[in-house]
């Protein structure tokens, strides 16, 4: 199985993009699904988590208000809801799945196990 992540693309700032992140090669039933980025030079980030443990959603401080990650069942795909974007969001943004709980950990990214490849974001100023 493996996590595959598109939407992303070249906008200007204060416009919106929808991230998908579905996995292929057979079904996946994780606990915590999440958000990660990572921009040139610097360390990947948590952008936001979804727990099923009462459909809890967490945010990094950066996006709160601004991103929403939620999850289709039906089709079995998780999105990244990005609107009023900013250069600072810029970067390459990998979704990711946790088979167990991750509790308070959710920010953890050592603690998935699978990644997407990865899809690019790029927001002018």
């Known amino acids: 199985v493996q996590l595959q992540a598109s939407g992303g693309g070249l906008v200007q700032a204060g416009d919106s993009l929808r991230l998908s992140c579905a996995p292929s090669?057979?079904?996946?039933?994780?606990?915590?699904w999440a958000w990660f980025r990572r921009a040139p030079g610097k360390e990947r980030e948590f952008v936001a988590a979804?727990?099923?443990?009462?459909?809890?959603?967490y945010y990094a401080d950066s996006v709160k208000g601004r991103f929403t990650i939620s999850r289709d069942n039906a089709k079995n795909t998780v999105y990244l809801q990005m609107s009023s974007l900013k250069p600072e969001d810029s970067a390459v943004y990998h979704c990711?799945?946790?088979?167990?709980?991750?509790?308070?950990?959710?920010?953890?990214?050592?603690?998935?196990?699978?990644w997407g490849q990865g899809t690019q974001v790029t927001v002018s100023s």
């Open positions: 979804f727990r099923w443990n009462g459909e809890r959603t």
């Open positions: 990711a799945a946790d088979l167990e709980d991750s509790g308070d950990y959710y920010y953890n990214g050592p603690r998935y196990d699978y």
């Open positions: 090669g057979g079904a996946l039933s994780a606990y915590t």
